[in-house]
């Protein structure tokens, strides 16, 4: 951490050479106190006769991340960044600046506005402002494209894209690549100016070539494929303006920027950022994460298979575990085939490939299971193999291993109450492709030990995972909330509204796919399954709908048969199965339901707020630590639109009132399923918001 003493910036003199350094920790953000000590770090040594070169470089682990991001939606305290960066491009002494680590954003806009930048192996530039609802806004659109060719440009800007360090320099991003400290990088790049080695020259004074059909071609294709996010269009038309003289092209790059500083999709976009972050935050923190090297994985199914992939990319050893040894071996090809897509897909190469797959052992039966750090058992949802599992796992296992259970809806406390180590078992639920899929719920038993917690934690930071903690109920987090919201689609269907219409209209609003293609991708056998466990326990007053249950009754569950709401036999747009627009009517006559009109609005209406209502419940039981923990879940394990936030962050954009407005209404045709949760009508009554709470 910061102490609040250090100055953010420093400034050294060797002889004719000024040194700036930025110091802010952890990611040199460029809050207003950096701001006003760069501006007059650059006054101060332009204004020395005895300085001929000044070196700019940032301290720690990067050179600057770029704006402070916890400033944007408050009220911006001068000096800005762009009178900055123009303070810095008007020098009458040359200035040289040295990246290292990552240099994002206003970063990458601080290097732009300096005379030459030297950059270290290892290190990343970008401009990832569209990521964040943004454009580059000081000074990146229009400075940029007179460094390197237009369609670099709008490449690096529209997609918000790292690049490498050679990368950089090829491009011209970059003047030169050195090796070593930023501090001696920086001194030699002040000497090779006054050698005259290296020529200092202003971005500004380059004029940009701006190829018109090229710019219009990009703007056309960004319009068709992401029709509703407006930050990666306004860039490329930013940089439309980079041929104007800089002062002009600033000034409508400035504007552009300030519009989308206003949009609803800036707020979610930087909340979602917030939010792979906030995560992180467990009472648990504290704690001490266990060693962990060897990762047993009892069972060899896509799960299994994908769990250990995700592990071993991770650089840990892993023994998977099947019943019988050739089930063990084709687990382990599957695991090579997985690894193959890696290589194919550049992510490693093939040297890398063959020493994971040499980290990768398989066996029978859990006695190889006994020095392992860490078992993650992955066989199929039935509670009395889980606890003969884990009580079999108890016999075995060093004492520490932590026992995970990769349930999606069990009991983690009862299975934890099969062994004699209860602190130990954790639930570990990956999504499928777990070696893909960036979401980890992590689920916390009565009895689990907060070093197992944190171990937890420490694994998903090496996975690159965003772990999320959740409290033991009936499919944690994500499947409870999906189980609930997921009835309100079927109940619309059979009211009225077809599926096809459904999915397209929450597709419309930016979800990855609609409710019903999911389930068609998923296996619509996964869902029935699930259905028939909980018949039991269903009230009897609960409304039922029964067409997806008939459907799989045919056989059909979806892709892997060939059809299931919709036909998959051959290639081109999805088309409804004829046959379950059958059932679907037959259906609604047999319950004597006259279907009506449904308008879009309405459907993503009352999709959205079921799933809040229930996502507030899940936040009053306390089985989320937050709001932002449920958002978290949604954006990155159940296609949430990332620039929504989630759908607490959205819950506060239609207000806590009108929602409970909204499930008083639809209470009137169904008072069971629609009851405002005790937490959203509180919020409604003392006019706070999930945000608030999220601070709390
Ligand atoms: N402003 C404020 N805080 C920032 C920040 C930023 N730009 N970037 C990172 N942080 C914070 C994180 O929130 C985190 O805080 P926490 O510890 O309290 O949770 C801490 O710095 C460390 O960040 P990470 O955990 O993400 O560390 P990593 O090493 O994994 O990643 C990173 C570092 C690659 C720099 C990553 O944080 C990142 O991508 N940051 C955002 C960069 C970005 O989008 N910059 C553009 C900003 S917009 C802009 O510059 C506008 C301009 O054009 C006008």
Redesign the pocket.
């Known amino acids: 951490m910061k102490d609040q003493n250090q100055p953010v910036v420093t400034i050294r003199r060797e002889g004719p050479v000024g040194l700036i350094a930025i110091a802010n920790p952890?990611?040199n953000?460029m809050g207003a106190a950096v701001r006003q000590a760069l501006l007059d770090a650059v006054t101060e040594l332009d204004g020395d006769a005895d300085i001929q070169v000044i070196a700019l470089y940032g301290e720690g682990?990067?050179f600057s991340?770029?704006?402070?991001?916890?400033e944007f939606g408050k009220t911006p305290v001068p000096p800005r960044?762009p009178d900055v960066f123009d303070r810095i491009e008007a020098s009458e002494t040359p200035i040289i600046a040295v990246l290292h680590g990552?240099t994002?954003?206003?970063?990458l806009?601080l290097a732009l506005s300096t005379h030459a930048r030297v950059i270290l192996p290892g290190a990343q530039v970008g401009l990832?402002?569209v990521?964040?609802g943004?454009l580059?806004?000081?000074g990146?659109t229009q400075r940029l494209p007179r460094l390197v060719a237009l369609r670099s440009a709008l490449d690096i800007i529209t997609t918000g894209k790292f690049i490498d360090a050679e990368e950089a320099r090829d491009l011209g991003v970059a003047d030169l690549l050195a090796e070593g400290t930023p501090p001696e990088v920086a001194r030699a790049a002040a000497y090779a100016v006054l050698d005259g080695k290296l020529t200092p020259r202003r971005t500004g004074d380059i004029s940009a070539q701006i190829d018109q059909a090229v710019l219009d071609q990009t703007i056309a294709e960004l319009q068709a494929r992401r029709p509703a996010l407006q930050a990666p269009i306004k860039a490329a038309q930013s940089i439309g303006h980079a041929g104007l003289p800089l002062a002009e092209g600033l000034q409508k790059e400035r504007a552009l920027?300030l519009e989308l500083m206003e949009s609803d999709d800036r707020q979610g976009l930087i909340h979602a950022?917030?939010a792979e972050?906030a995560v992180?935050r467990i009472p648990e923190a504290e704690a001490t994460p266990r060693t962990l090297n060897s990762v047993g994985v009892i069972g060899g199914g896509t799960m299994g298979v994908g769990i250990a992939t995700a592990l071993l990319q991770a650089g840990l050893s892993v023994t998977l575990i099947e019943t019988a040894q050739d089930r063990a071996e084709a687990a382990q090809a599957n695991i090579a085939r997985n690894l193959d897509g890696a290589v194919k897909r550049g992510k490693i190469d093939a040297a890398t490939r063959k020493r994971l797959l040499d980290a990768l052992q398989i066996g029978v039966g859990v006695e190889p299971l006994a020095d392992a750090d860490l078992v993650i058992e992955a066989v199929f949802e039935d509670m009395d193999v889980k606890l003969d599992i884990f009580s079999r796992l108890d016999g075995v296992c060093k004492a520490g291993a932590i026992l995970a259970t990769n349930t999606s809806y069990l009991d983690v406390n009862r299975i934890a109450a099969a062994t004699s180590r209860p602190q130990d078992v954790i639930g570990l639920h990956f999504f499928s492709p777990a070696h893909v899929m960036r979401l980890l719920e992590v689920v916390v038993a009565d009895k689990t030990a907060p070093d197992a917690v944190a171990t937890a934690f420490d694994l998903a930071g090496r996975m690159k995972k965003v772990a999320v903690r959740s409290g033991v109920c009936d499919g944690f987090i994500g499947n409870r909330i999906l189980a609930h919201y997921r009835k309100v689609a079927d109940y619309m269907l059979e009211d009225g509204a077809s599926f096809e219409q459904i999915d397209r209209a929450l597709e419309g609003v930016g979800f990855a796919m609609g409710p019903f293609a999911v389930s068609d991708l998923a296996g619509m056998d996964i869902g029935w399954a699930t259905r028939k466990r909980k018949a039991p326990t269903r009230p009897a007053s609960e409304r039922y709908v029964e067409i997806a249950d008939r459907i799989c009754e045919q056989g059909w569950f979806g892709r892997k048969t060939g059809r299931g709401y919709y036909l998959y036999e051959g290639a081109g747009p999805r088309q409804p199965n004829p046959d379950a627009l059958t059932i679907v009517q037959a259906e609604r006559d047999r319950k004597g339901i006259t279907p009506r009109d449904f308008a879009e609005d309405e459907i993503v209406a009352r999709y959205m707020t079921a799933m809040i209502a229930e996502a507030a419940r899940v936040v009053e039981e306390g089985i989320a630590l937050r709001p932002i923990d449920v958002d978290a879940v949604f954006l990155f394990g159940y296609g949430f639109p990332r620039h929504l936030g989630g759908p607490l962050n959205h819950a506060d954009r239609i207000g806590a009132a009108e929602l409970v407005a909204r499930i008083e209404g639809y209470a009137t045709e169904d008072a069971d399923y629609w009851q405002v949760p005790d937490l959203l009508r509180q919020l409604a009554d003392t006019g706070r918001s999930f945000a608030d709470l999220n601070k709390e």
């Not at 991340?65 to 916890?70: M, S």
């Not at 994002?104 to 970063?107: A, C, E, F, M």
């Open positions: 952890p990611v953000a682990r990067c991340a770029g704006a402070d991001i916890r960044l990552t994002l954003g206003g970063g806009e990832p402002e990521k964040l943004l580059p806004g000081a990146g920027f950022f917030a972050r992180r």
